[in-house]
């Protein structure tokens, strides 16, 4: 069973950065797809980003491009999303996910996941 774990969210201030972490068990992950995505009250959850464990491909939404990178460390079964350039707009629960890979799906979609963690609150004041 796959589990995982976020951590890293707090109350910043516009402008700062952070990085949230999601570690990973249960599994070994090299044919996995991991997901970031988040929800802000009121609103729908939504993609931020993704990579392939295996080969460390990666996506991103156009909303965070050039200022989220997502990244993996096999030796810790961790992926991590460098959140920088922070923006009140970026206030959400941060979740990590999970899916074995297959092709021609779109992982930008949370309902090709099937295993996510608890979230990590990630609050930006202006």
């Known amino acids: 069973q796959v589990q995982l774990v976020e951590s890293g969210g707090g109350l910043v201030q516009a402008g700062d950065s952070l990085r949230l972490s999601c570690t990973a068990s249960?599994?070994?992950?090299?044919?996995?797809?991991m997901g970031w995505f988040r929800q802000a009250p009121g609103k729908e959850r939504e993609f931020v980003a993704a990579?392939?464990?295996?080969?460390?491909?990666?996506s991103y939404a156009d909303s965070v491009k050039g200022r989220f990178t997502i990244s993996r460390d096999n030796a810790k079964n961790t992926v991590y999303l460098q959140v920088n350039s922070l923006k009140p707009e970026d206030t959400a629960v941060y979740y990590c996910?999970?899916?074995?890979?297959?092709?021609?799906?779109?992982?930008?979609?949370?309902?090709?996941?099937?295993?996510w963690g608890q979230g990590t609150q990630v609050t930006v004041s202006s």
């Open positions: 990579i392939r464990w295996n080969y460390g491909i990666t």
């Open positions: 996910a999970a899916s074995r890979y297959y092709s021609n799906r779109d992982y930008g979609d949370s309902k090709e996941y099937g295993s």
């Open positions: 249960g599994r070994t992950f090299s044919s996995y797809v």
